[in-house]
């Protein structure tokens, strides 16, 4: 399969994946620096899929708070998730490169996989894929 940047749908098969990874990583070892880093690859992969979906166009940025506020352009139900993303986005840099203060990393896992979960439940209810009608419809 050939993805499309352009395509909200590839983003979200993307960002699903790497939420089922990050479940299964959490299930294997707990709370880890990878699963920190695969948590906001989704939660990113997400945002950009909403994003694209309003006719937003990419930018190859990592920042979850930058997309958050380009989020809340569109609706205001984004508000909600500001913390999430200031600290999703804080432990992704601080496990990402040597360097960074790894002592909080992930001790707030289950808060913020909570939080991406409700985050992910806005998007969906704010994007729905196209019906097999409407797609109908459009071809023809």
Same mark, same amino acid.
């Given at each position: 399969?050939?993805?499309?940047?352009?395509?909200?749908?590839?983003?979200?098969?993307?960002?699903?994946?790497?939420?089922?990874?990050?479940?299964?990583?959490?299930?294997?070892?707990?709370?880890?620096?990878?699963?920190?880093?695969?948590?906001?690859?989704?939660?990113?992969?997400?945002?950009? *899929?909403? $994003? +694209?979906?309003?006719?937003?166009? =990419?930018?190859?940025?990592?920042?979850?708070?930058?997309?958050?506020?380009? !989020? %809340?352009?569109?609706?205001?139900?984004?508000?909600?998730?500001?913390?999430?993303?200031?600290?999703?986005?804080?432990?992704?840099?601080?496990?990402?490169?040597?360097?960074?203060?790894?002592?909080?990393?992930?001790?707030?896992?289950?808060?913020?996989?909570?939080?991406? *979960?409700? $985050? +992910?439940?806005?998007?969906?209810? =704010?994007?729905?894929?196209?019906?097999?009608?409407?797609?109908?419809?459009? !071809? %023809?």
């Amino acid at each position: 399969m050939k993805t499309d940047e352009s395509n909200p749908q590839h983003w979200f098969l993307l960002a699903a994946e790497r939420m089922s990874a990050a479940d299964v990583l959490y299930a294997q070892s707990g709370s880890t620096y990878s699963g920190i880093e695969i948590l906001h690859e989704a939660v990113e992969r997400y945002l950009k *899929g909403f $994003l +694209i979906s309003r006719g937003w166009s =990419l930018r190859k940025v990592h920042d979850l708070t930058f997309l958050n506020d380009e !989020a %809340k352009s569109f609706d205001n139900g984004f508000t909600a998730f500001d913390d999430l993303c200031e600290s999703l986005t804080e432990q992704f840099w601080a496990q990402h490169y040597p360097g960074g203060d790894l002592s909080t990393v992930g001790s707030d896992y289950e808060n913020l996989h909570q939080q991406a *979960g409700q $985050l +992910i439940d806005l998007i969906q209810a =704010l994007v729905t894929p196209p019906s097999a009608d409407d797609a109908e419809s459009n !071809a %023809k």
